[in-house]
């Protein structure tokens, strides 16, 4: 290879990396907020997760997955609270949102985060779906996610 290869190259890396330092540098976009809905539990942390539960079969929503924070520190010998992130939603409501947009997929499922904090008090929070959905402008998404934000205000409202 000459010299002007090597320039050419070399100049090439440089441009992919500083747009690679702008990508990085942009913010995450991040839902507003007072957009969440916090609500503080009476109950301990296993306790509170329990009446979760019950209350998804409930109100015929699924448990899709899970993320259990303080599972995982545990697997590396360490103790944290309380930290679970739960993906939830229904078929009934996918059919319709990737009916209305499928660019709109990337959204299900809707998580609830429950977290202990180290005295011990336990906080259920989770994004409205009308927040979440809202981006996309679409008057069907609109409308069913106005159906869960009652849905997921009923969930929550057992660890109350």
Do not use: C
């Amino acid at each position: 290879m000459n010299l002007s290869t090597h320039v050419r190259i070399f100049s090439s890396l440089l441009l992919a990396l500083a747009l690679l330092a702008v990508a990085l540098a942009m913010p995450a976009q991040a839902h507003d907020p007072r957009e969440r809905v916090r609500i503080t539990s009476p109950d301990n942390f296993q306790t509170t997760l329990k009446k979760l539960r019950q209350s998804l079969k409930s109100n015929k929503m699924g448990l899709v997955n899970t993320a259990n924070a303080q599972a995982g520190a545990k697997f590396l010998g360490i103790d944290i609270p309380g930290n679970q992130v739960w993906g939830v939603y229904h078929p009934r409501f996918a059919v319709r949102m990737l009916k209305a947009s499928v660019e709109a997929g990337i959204e299900a499922p809707i998580r609830i985060y429950i977290t202990e904090a180290k005295d011990g008090k336990v906080t259920v929070s989770y994004i409205k779906p009308s927040h979440v959905f809202r981006p996309y402008g679409n008057a069907e998404l609109n409308a069913m996610a106005k159906e869960l934000d009652t849905i997921f205000a009923k969930i929550t409202t057992a660890v109350r």
